[in-house]
């Protein structure tokens, strides 16, 4: 079983930053690519982030410059620095990972962690 546990958001005013965790547990032999998505009310989440080796990354026009995607695959983790946070930043934040465990190569979601940015 492998398990995705997201931490680190809150309640932020305009312009100031907050840093997302995700640790992964189980029984784990790889991670591939690690990402992370933002859902709206009412809307499907949507893809804000991505990695597959931590040397490059790729980034969602709406956070690019601001948000910063870093994985630490010695801890099973990922992360998601936000800085210069918008109002419009609103959202539940999500963690995937692509992980081979057990023989099997399976997408696992996070459960979700909530940022509002607001004064």
């Known amino acids: 079983q492998v398990q995705l546990v997201e931490s680190g958001g809150g309640l932020v005013q305009p312009g100031g930053s907050l840093r997302l965790s995700c640790a992964a547990s189980?029984?784990?032999?790889?991670?591939?690519?690690m990402a992370w998505y933002r859902q709206f009310p009412g809307k499907q989440r949507e893809l804000i982030a991505h990695t597959s080796t931590g040397l490059t990354a790729n980034y969602d026009d709406s956070v690019k410059g601001r948000f910063t995607i870093s994985r630490d695959d010695a801890k099973n983790m990922v992360y998601l620095q936000m800085n210069s946070l918008k109002p419009e930043d609103t959202g539940v934040y999500y963690c995937n990972l692509d992980i081979l465990s057990l023989g099997a190569r399976l997408n696992y979601w996070g459960q979700g962690t909530q940022v509002t940015v607001s004064s």
């Open positions: 189980g029984s784990i032999f790889k991670i591939y690519t």
